[in-house]
Every structure is written in structure tokens, then in C-alpha cells.
């Protein structure tokens, strides 16, 4: 299937800034302002973004880190997922037709993975919506994605719209703290897991919590 050419201007532009990413104050990056290549949502413009197809061309390309967005499940899972719902990657409104809410703010449907299970989850298809040879793609799980990585780059895990989540009453850090134990990424290189979020709430509770752990807003 070929891309459109605005697809194919948006791969390029995209494919240019990630190559100029500077990743400061990160020790697994050498010196402070060496340029580093941090593969946003994976190698995104080449493989579904946020799927492991996009993790493994991210690290076949060489990339310094891979980003994660991270989501949370209606059972409390950390999954790989840019968006705070499901429809624009997945194929959830032919599989869960019934289970959208309205979008207050644009009075859309979507479907918010926050109210699925990882196992509803799971059975979505993550990468027809790229291309048809990625039919078949799942949405990883955060354990998933450290797993595939591994140390052959660093992690840069992002905390995506925790105010979803404090709104439900849902700890967002709590669960990617307690994963920092469960996964032992104690144990990684120094400076190779770097945090980010566009929320404040969750660095500054990062700052108590592991001070020790670079962060970005």
C-alpha cells in the first residue's frame, strides 16, 4: 500500500527532527550535549507506532533511546499508546462498537483505553491502520516494551494525560514506580531511563519518590 504524499512529507519532517533530538544531562548519552537519536513512538515512520514491529526498526536503526507513551488499562496495566483512546490506531470501533463515550470537548465518539481491559485490549489489530503488512500488531505492554529493548538503547518512557487518570482516581506514577521495581530497571545503565511528561504533577512527585531518575517536562 503506498503512502500518500502528505504522509510521505510528514515522514520525512519527522524523520529529520528525530535525527536532531539533543537528550541533555543524560549520562548513557555521553557528554551532555552530544546528539543522540531517540526514536519517537518507535521508528514511527516506517512501522505502526508503539508496537514492538516499530521497537525492534528502532533498534535495527540504531536509535540512542525508544519512547513510550504510556496509558493505563481499566485493570491497571501500563500499555505502550500515544493517544488517551483507541480509535485512531486500532480497529476497537469494529470490535467494541457499542463501548465509545462522547468527547465533550469536539462531541466525537472514541474509545478510551482506560476503559478496556489488557485483554480486550489485546485483541485489537494496531497496524492495518499503517499498513496492510503489519496486520496483526498489538498494543505492547509496558513489561513488553522493556523486555524487547532491553539495554540496546535507552527507555524514555513518557507519562501521557495523567489528569485522565487522577480524575478516576487512578495513580499513574504510583504504577510506573512500582513497575521500576517489578521490571528491575534499578538495574539499568545510569541515564539510560529518562522520564518526561507534560503534566508537573507527576515530575514533582518523581522528584520525592526517585530522585535520582532524570526526568523532563
Partial sequence: MSSPPAFDVMRTLCSSL???????????????AAKRLVAHRGASAYAPEHTLASYRLALQQKADFVEQDLAVTKDLVLICLHD????????????????????????KKQWLAVDFTLAEIKKLDAGSWFD????????????????????????????????????????????????????NLHSRPAGSLIVQSFDTQPLKDLTSLLPSLPRTF
Fill in 84 to 107: 488517551e483512546s483507541l480509535e485512531r490506531t486500532t480497529n476497537v470501533e469494529e470490535l467494541f462498537p457499542d463501548r465509545a463515550v462522547v468527547d465533550p470537548s469536539t462531541g
Fill in 132 to 183: 496492510a503488512r503489519f496486520a496483526g500488531e498489538r498494543i505492547p505492554t509496558w513489561e513488553e516494551a522493556v523486555a524487547l529493548v532491553g539495554t540496546a538503547a535507552g527507555l524514555y518512557p513518557e507519562l501521557k494525560t495523567p489528569a485522565l487518570y487522577r480524575a478516576r482516581a487512578i495513580d499513574q506514577t504510583a504504577l510506573f514506580v512500582d513497575s521500576i521495581k517489578t521490571l
Fill in 18 to 32: 528525530i535525527a536532531s533530538l539533543v537528550v541533555m544531562s543524560a549520562p548513557y548519552a555521553g557528554t551532555a
